[in-house]
């Protein structure tokens, strides 16, 4: 059985890849997931803000300290907070690439265009087989339109990804009107794939000190269905590779990301629960269902379900709200 994808042009032997997320900050860990199984991973990201914090620093020549940001930007961690600076960012990513044997992406994280992002040829010099570019952006100015904000990703894309050889993804929000046309503009920016989706961070309120409190939650299995959704819709129209990123935790959840088009699937929170060795059970459990339903070739998998492909495409459209909708009686 041949389990063995292409992903922005890198030879995978699976589909599995390890989405952003601390794990590569060690090397010993980063190992245990090769071991394990993991056929590439993606490095937590280097912010933009980071990378702002530490060029002012050195303009003024003053030193990186927890107060050199602290004017306007009081709400970022200081730069001593951030995890992995840039410098220990550039090392550990050439760490990884002297012990691993699977491609390693570095993750750069921002949405306008600025000095930040010199990163991406950093990455490429240090070694990254790949960046993964993860636009999050929050646009709380009511004077801002839909237009100038996907206006400003694409150059964003474009400059990163013409100064690099290496291929460039994009990781998305869900938060666009048309997903599928932002996705082929973004591949005519020079972006070889993209990443579905960016998982967002709900901050919660405590009504008793009217406190904002921020939270993070792993995912579960239920936020995989706005993935397969949206894989399936794009993924007919798509020149490059899709990866999906969000709510994958068992194998039926890795069937369902490739039948509706994915080319990998990331997985953070299902390894953070269960540990790396967790990899080498969703393995297991996507050979046996391929053997079961007589599939030898990953491809065959990929895009089965899709909207062009699938029995029913608009039960992936508006006739199905209306169809849910009409269906519950009191
Ligand atoms: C602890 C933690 C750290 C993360 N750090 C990053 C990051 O630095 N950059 C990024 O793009 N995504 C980051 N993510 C998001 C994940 O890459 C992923 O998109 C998200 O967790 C959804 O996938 P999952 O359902 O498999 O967890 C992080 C997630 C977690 C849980």
Redesign the pocket.
């Known amino acids: 059985m041949n389990l063995s994808t292409e992903y922005l042009g890198l030879k995978l032997k699976n589909p599995l890849i390890v ?4 794990f590569c900050d060690n090397t010993h860990s980063a190992f245990a997931l090769q071991d394990a199984g993991a056929a590439a991973i993606v490095m ?2 280097l912010f933009e803000e980071q990378v702002d914090a530490e060029q002012k620093a050195l303009v003024h020549h003053v030193e990186i300290s927890a107060n050199s940001n602290a004017e306007g930007t009081s709400y970022f961690p200081n730069f001593d907070d951030y995890q992995l600076p840039p410098d220990q960012y550039l090392r550990q990513l050439e760490n990884l690439k002297a012990s691993l044997t699977i491609p390693v992406i570095g ?1 750069l ?1 921002g949405c306008r265009p600025g000095g930040w992002m010199d990163y991406a040829k950093r990455f490429e010099s240090a070694g990254a087989d790949a960046i993964e570019l ?1 636009l999050y952006q929050l646009v709380t100015d009511p004077e801002l339109s839909g237009d100038e904000v996907e206006a400003a990703m694409l150059e964003t894309v474009h400059s990163a990804a013409s100064a690099v050889k290496i291929p460039v993804s994009v ?1 998305l929000s869900m938060f666009h009107t048309s997903p599928a046309n932002f996705t082929q503009a973004i591949e005519g920016a020079g972006a070889k794939g993209v990443v579905l989706f ?2 967002f961070y709900q901050p919660d309120f405590n009504i008793e000190e009217l406190e904002v409190r921020p939270q ?1 939650k ?2 579960d299995s239920s ?1 995989l269905l706005l993935r397969l959704r949206w894989l399936s819709i794009i993924s007919p129209h798509s020149r490059g590779s899709l990866a999906a ?4 935790h068992q194998t039926e959840d890795v069937v369902k990301a490739l039948l509706a088009g994915a080319h990998v699937v ?5 390894l ?1 629960k269960h540990g790396p060795r967790y990899l080498t059970t969703l393995l297991a459990g996507l050979r046996h269902w391929m053997s079961e339903h007589g599939y030898e070739h990953i491809d065959q998998v990929r895009g089965a379900m899709n909207l062009k492909r699938c029995p029913d495409p608009a039960a992936f459209e508006r006739a199905n709200y209306q169809r849910i909708l009409q269906s519950w009686r009191v």
């Open positions: 989405g952003a997320s601390p937590r990201s993750s994280n993860n990781k960016n998982r993070l792993l995912s936020e990123s969000g709510g994958v990331q997985l953070v929170s299902v953070l």
